[in-house]
C-alpha cells in the first residue's frame, strides 16, 4: 500500500482524535473491543456499553494486531486506509458515524 500523502495524514488525525475524544467520554478508551471479523487487512471489532449502546469499529491497515485490542490500541495503528466508527443507540440508531478513507 502507498504512503499517505500529507493532506490524507492530516485527516486521519483529526478523525482519530475525535474518536479517542468519545472513547475518553465513554470511559472505554483503554478497553478491549471485540473482535468479530478480519478478511484481507480488513478488521471489525464491536463493543457494548452497560447501557447498551453499541460501537462498531471497522479499519483497513498495513499493520500486524492481534484479535484483543483496546480503541488506544487501534488508534495507533501505522499505515490505516480506512477507519470508520459508528455508535448505535438501544434501537439500532446511528448515534455517531464518523469515516476516514483513502481515495484511489
Known amino acids: 500500500m502507498r504512503k ?8 486521519l488525525n483529526e478523525v482519530k482524535s475525535k474518536i479517542k475524544e468519545e472513547m475518553l467520554l465513554w470511559k472505554i478508551y483503554y478497553k478491549k473491543a471485540k473482535f468479530v471479523c478480519y478478511a484481507d487487512s480488513c478488521a471489525t471489532f464491536n463493543y457494548t456499553l452497560k447501557t447498551g449502546e453499541f460501537i462498531e ?4 491497515c498495513d499493520d500486524s494486531f492481534g484479535s484483543k485490542l483496546s480503541f ?6 501505522k499505515r490505516i486506509f480506512f477507519l470508520w466508527q459508528r455508535i448505535f443507540d438501544n434501537d439500532g440508531n446511528i448515534i455517531g458515524d464518523i469515516k476516514f478513507r483513502v481515495d484511489s
Open 4 to 11: 499517505l500523502t500529507p493532506k490524507e495524514e492530516k485527516s
Open 57 to 60: 469499529t471497522n479499519f483497513i
Open 72 to 77: 488506544q490500541e487501534i488508534l495507533n495503528l
